[in-house]
């Protein structure tokens, strides 16, 4: 039964195209403090951004760099974003800041800095920022496929192939990238994934939370969302009693009635083998993101 849906899985295109085509609205302004520094007038910058890119890659800083004025040295001004105070970390992918720290209102509204760094909350970019962002996304690559596989598929990719995957997330690319990233997703001998890649994100600016998780029991049967968080993030899950019992699975869970749980933008279901969410609804670095909210009240 495990094997036939694995080689459903692996066949599952149209999710995977699903994913890859999220975009968000963004409407880019320049913060209040910084808006009296400006060379010139400019209006927002409104952007449709894929779920899967970076912050650095998008064409913002190519808008306002004639308004924004270099610093005392005749350099260029490090920018940073914020949404509600809160700055963005350049290293995580959109849509996992999105869901994150998003109202949901759309389009989403991020003011840009070119003062006051926050370096004690975001790491700095160098001049060279594609190369940084590149290098970041590779390491992660890297780490998911050393959890996955211990390696076994990661270190049978040349140079060039770790090169498209790059080109692939950058241009938006889904071909160029699954062309590539399909092996990295590979079960080696039907088996499944040693571990699950994946990180819990309850606060972009405090640490994430992950571990060691099989995709599938001692006895075969399937682990799942619920059971992950279960275990390293029980507050946010109870049992679920109601749920007619699935004999693949061991036990049924649903969020508390305070919190929410999202996967790429989706209230995924509890009792999902985390298996399928990790081949389908890991972001481009090959791990899932699990982002954990209070439930908005009606007032808010």
């Known amino acids: 039964r495990i094997q036939i849906l694995f080689e459903f899985m692996a066949n599952d295109r149209e999710v995977l195209k699903e994913v890859w085509e999220g975009k968000i609205p963004i409407k880019f302004i320049i913060c209040r ?20 890119t970076y912050l650095p890659l998008l064409p913002v800083r190519r808008y306002y760099d004639p308004a924004i004025p270099t610093d005392v040295n005749n350099e260029t001004t490090e920018l940073w974003y914020s949404y509600n105070d809160i700055p963005l970390k350049w290293h995580l992918p959109i849509g ?23 370096s004690e909350q975001l790491q700095r970019l160098s001049n060279n920022v594609e190369e940084e962002v590149k290098t970041s996304f590779i390491h992660n690559v890297k780490e998911a496929g050393w959890i996955k596989h211990r390696g076994q598929v990661m270190n049978a990719l040349r140079p060039e192939q770790y090169n498209q995957l790059w080109r692939g997330i950058h241009r938006d690319k ?50 799942t969302l619920g059971q992950l968080l279960s275990l390293y993030y029980p507050k946010a899950v109870v049992e679920d009693t109601d749920e007619q019992e699935n004999p693949d ?7 508390t009635d305070n919190m929410i749980v999202k996967v790429q933008g989706i209230e995924a279901p509890l009792n999902t083998p985390i ?26």
């Open 33 to 52: 403090s910084d808006r009296v520094n400006l060379l010139q007038d400019k209006d927002p910058y409104y952007i449709l951004v894929p779920r899967m």
């Open 96 to 118: 996992v800041l999105y869901d994150a720290v998003s109202d949901n209102t759309l389009p989403w509204v991020i003011e840009i800095h070119f003062t006051e760094f926050p």
């Open 174 to 223: 889904f071909d160029d990238f699954w062309m590539i990233n399909h092996r990295l997703m590979e079960h080696i001998d039907n088996a499944p994934y040693r571990y699950i890649p994946f990180r819990i994100y309850t606060d972009i600016h405090q640490r994430y939370i992950q571990k060691s998780f099989k995709p599938t029991t001692e006895d075969g049967k399937l682990t």
């Open 249 to 255: 699975i061991t036990k049924a869970y649903k969020p």
């Open 275 to 300: 298996q399928w969410l990790s081949e389908h609804l890991s972001h481009a670095d090959n791990f899932l993101y699990i982002i954990i909210r209070p439930k908005p009240t009606k007032s808010s």
